[in-house]
């Protein structure tokens, strides 16, 4: 009797493993993408935040000097010191009553394809300058 050879089933296997690494492969680069789009997303909030807190320090102090020249015209900041690339922040104050103006800031941040724009309005509370800490709240339209 004659022994069959099976040269095929060699072949075989490496098909199948070259698949099953292939595979493999596409699920890792899924992963990989998705934690880089939320740790990008997670850069661009945190710049936010920074941008949002400097507009509303700029506004509280300017408003509290009660200068008309800044009053419902929107004003561009130089954010350049702030190292935060392709960014933007825009600020109009209104003056409300004595005691409150209403400020609405615009930011704005990207990093590669990613671009962050945020708009909200807030009250901010005048008080005498002897107080330091900024008082400021999201207005209750929810802008």
Known sequence: MKKTRQNGFVLIL???????VGVQMSVLT???NTMQFQSQYAYLKACERNLLASGL?????????????????TIQLDVSKLNIRDSALDVTIN???D????????TSCSRSR??????????????DQQET???ARKSPAGD
């Open 30 to 32: 899924d992963i990989a």
């Open 57 to 73: 320090v700029w506004a509280k102090e300017n408003a509290r000097k009660k200068s008309s020249e800044i009053f419902d015209k």
């Open 133 to 135: 800490t900024l008082r």
């Open 99 to 106: 005691k409150d103006a209403e400020v609405r800031i615009d």
């Open 14 to 20: 490496v098909i199948v493993a070259i698949a099953v």
């Open 95 to 97: 003056i409300a009553s």
């Open 114 to 127: 990613q671009t962050l724009r945020e708009t909200g309005k807030y009250r901010i509370e005048l008080h």
